[in-house]
């Protein structure tokens, strides 16, 4: 199992452009997760799945869109990068929700300048 | 609602001596609670997790914690540290409700094991 796969691992984007981040999973977990990890503050939710065709906001969804059209795809969607979206993005999964351990992707480092 | 604080930023320690990266929680009813490490340059792995049963929970590499109800703690512990182990660590908190759903996390503390 590849596990939790993130592409591309680097991206600069200027401001207003758009871009899409990929997360793919091979373990056939049902949730799915983006976070987004600033230096000193941990780890923000921006949306979550919990399965196909189901996405909610998490913490942070603010200038984000996500779409969750099988269960191994849940990609991120960024319209009009701001500098404050500068940041490395995780993506994650669990096969449930209740005290199940997420497995999280390399991640997504992206500069917006 | 939920909360989690990991009070030190860094913690540094002698390679063989014990270490305690210190972690407490706010939730209502009985947490389900995590550690999680990340490398640099890598994503986050999982440690360990109390989610009932024995306060003291073994976990990967060596790593245990104990759950504190009484002081709403989880501190991470190891007898020995090694130099491998030097990494951020981030605790994590869920509540039990269904609809609290969403895995909190702290803002990490950074563990530096010194030859």
């Known amino acids: 199992n590849a596990g939790v796969t993130q592409t591309p691992k680097f991206r600069i984007l200027k401001i207003g452009q758009s871009m899409t981040l990929q997360c793919a999973q091979d373990?056939?977990?049902?949730?799915m997760y983006w976070y987004r990890q600033d230096p000193g503050m941990g780890l923000k939710l921006i949306y979550y799945s919990v399965g196909a065709g189901i996405t909610d906001k998490g913490e942070v969804p603010n200038g984000y869109n996500v779409s969750r059209s099988t269960t191994e795809d849940f990609p991120l969607r960024l319209e009009l990068a701001a500098p404050s979206q500068t940041s490395v993005y995780f993506c994650?999964?669990?096969?449930?929700?209740?005290?199940?351990?997420?497995?999280f992707g390399p991640g997504t480092r992206l500069l917006v300048l | 609602a939920q909360s989690v604080a990991q009070p030190e930023d860094q913690v540094n320690v002698a390679e063989g001596n014990p270490l305690t990266v210190k972690c407490t929680y706010s939730v209502s009813g009985n947490p389900y609670l995590f550690w999680y490490v990340q490398y640099p340059n890598r994503g986050l792995q999982f440690l360990l997790k109390?989610?009932?049963?024995?306060?003291l929970v073994k976990g990967s590499y060596g790593f245990e914690a104990e759950f504190n109800k009484s002081q709403t703690s989880f501190h991470l512990k190891k007898p020995s540290a090694l130099v491998s182990d030097s990494a951020l660590y981030f605790c994590?908190?869920?509540?039990?409700?269904?609809?609290?759903?969403?895995?909190?996390f702290g803002t990490g503390t950074r563990l530096q094991v010194f030859p």
């Open positions: 109390y989610i009932t049963g024995d306060n």
């Open positions: 994650a999964s669990s096969y449930s929700l209740q005290a199940e351990t997420q497995y």
């Open positions: 994590a908190v869920r509540g039990p409700s269904y609809n609290t759903d969403k895995l909190i």
């Open positions: 373990m056939n977990h049902n949730y």
